[in-house]
């Protein structure tokens, strides 16, 4: 999903004849956009670099913008009704990503999901703690969470530390 994602950011904004060329400087070919398939985090990383190197972004913020991409994708995607069933506001979304990923994970079984939980949520802030055995990936989990907050129609400002193994997000809502 993530590579088709990737696939879906870099056709938007570079059309068929930019996604060839990311795609001849990845290394990829298409079959490396077959849907519940596991691929090596280092094509991704490739894929991931080929997008940026066009786009003129650093890892950080090509990461950022395609979290943000990818919950647009999801949202408007066959996987749209695993978003719906998730949650119908941002914290009972949030609060229910582990299940979200353990479902994900009967179909992908060696998939290496995150780990998200809701550490505090009310009105003014919500914190959450993400655990991956990926290195990295904050500014992804960023812009998925400012996919999130549009998703939702909610406003807010979004900030990391780590903390021992987990990263801590918090969101302070407008």
Known sequence: MIHKAARDMALGRYGEDGWRQILAGSGLSDEHFISARQYPDEMTEHLLGAIGARAGLDREA?????????????????????????????????????????????????????????????ETEIEIAYRSSREGLEPFVIGLLKGLLERFGEEGEIAWRREGEASLFRIARA
Not at 84 to 105: C, E, P, Q, Y
Request: aromatic share 12%; hydrophobic share 45%; glycine share 8%.
């Open 62 to 122: 090509l990461l950022e913008a395609f979290g943000r991409h990818w919950i647009k994708y999801a949202g408007s995607s066959a996987y749209s009704s695993i978003l719906d069933r998730t949650g119908g506001d941002l914290v009972t979304f949030l609060g229910n990503l582990d299940r979200m990923h353990a479902s994900i994970k009967t179909v992908v079984d060696r998939a290496q999901l995150p780990f998200f939980n809701v550490e505090k949520a009310d």
